[in-house]
C-alpha cells in the first residue's frame, strides 16, 4: 500500500473530529405517512450520547488506513461459496456506482442506474481511473457494515443504534417531517444535498454526487447531514416493520436494539443468507418521484457485505 495512495489534504474540516452531546429523552419513533416499514409511530426512550456532528470523511478514514493497514471489503475479491449461483464473471474486487442513464427509465429496475464496477472502492469512488483528490472533506463512501465497525473501533467509538441514530436527526422537533421541520425547502432554500429534477437520468445544477460535510444547515441539535449526501450504516439488524407502541408509559423501550439477524434475511433471496442492517437518512440520489426516504424516520435495509457509492456512516460515544 503506497503513500501516494492515501496522501489527503492536510488542512483538517472544522468538522473533523468535532461532537456533539444529545441529552436522551423519549420520542415518537416512526412515521405512519409514508413507507410501510417506517410503521407504527412508537414511542422510545434513548440514554444520552456523543455523536459525530458530521459523517466520517475521506480524509478520516485514510487516517484510520494508514494507522491500521484496513483493507476494504469492496477491495477484496469474494469467495464465490458465499454466493451461489453467481456468474464466475461477477465475482471480482469492486463496489456498486451510481451511473445516470441517459434517458428516462423503468424506475423498478434499479440495475439501469446501478453498476457493480471492478476496483471500485472508497480511494477510487467512480471506478479506475478515478480518486479522491479534492475530496478530503467529502464522506467516505464504498464501505461495508463491518468497515465502518472497524473505524469505530479503532476511534474508540461505536455506530449509532437505530433510535439513537433517529432521535438525534430530529434535531429536538418531535414528529416533524423534516430534520428542520416544515416545509421540504423552507422559502425555496435546499436544506440537504438530495436529488433534484427527475430521477436518474435528469438532474438540476448543482452537486453531481456528495457534497463535502457541512455544505447545508445543521438541524436544531447542530448536526450535519443527517438527511441526504449518504446514506449511514447503524448497529440494528433489519426489520420488516417496528414494534407497536408501548400501551403504557411504564412500557415504553429503552434503548431498544431492532430486530435479530435472522429476521434480517431477504425473503426473496433464499439461497444468498446475507443479513441485513438499517441504513438511515437517505442520500443525494433520493428523489420525489422515486425515493422520499430524505426524512428522519425514513430507513431501509442494506446488506451487511454491500459497499455502494452513496452510503457512509458516522459515529456515537456512549457515557
Known sequence: MTTDLLRTSS???PLDHKVVWIEGGTFHMGSDRHYPEEAPVHRVTVDGFWIDAAPVTNRQFAAFV???GHVTFAEIAPDPADYPGSLPGMIFAGSLVFTPPKRRVDLRAWGQWWTLLPGANWRAPYGPGSNIKGLDHHPVVHVT???AQAYAAWAGKALPTEAEWEFAARGGLD???YAWGEPFMPDGRIMANT????????????HKRTSPVGAFPPNGYGLYDMIGNVWEWTADWWSQRHAADAPKACCIPQNPRG???TESYDPQLPDIRIPRKVIKGGSHLCAPNY????RPAARHAQPVDTSTSHVGFRCVTRS
Open 11 to 13: 488542512r483538517r474540516s
Open 291 to 294: 425515493c422520499r426516504r430524505y
Open 259 to 261: 430486530g435479530t439477524e
Open 145 to 147: 457494515f463491518a468497515d
Open 66 to 68: 494508514r494507522a491500521t
Open 175 to 177: 414528529g416533524a417531517e
Open 195 to 206: 436529488w433534484h429534477g427527475e430521477f436518474p437520468h435528469q438532474r438540476a445544477p448543482g
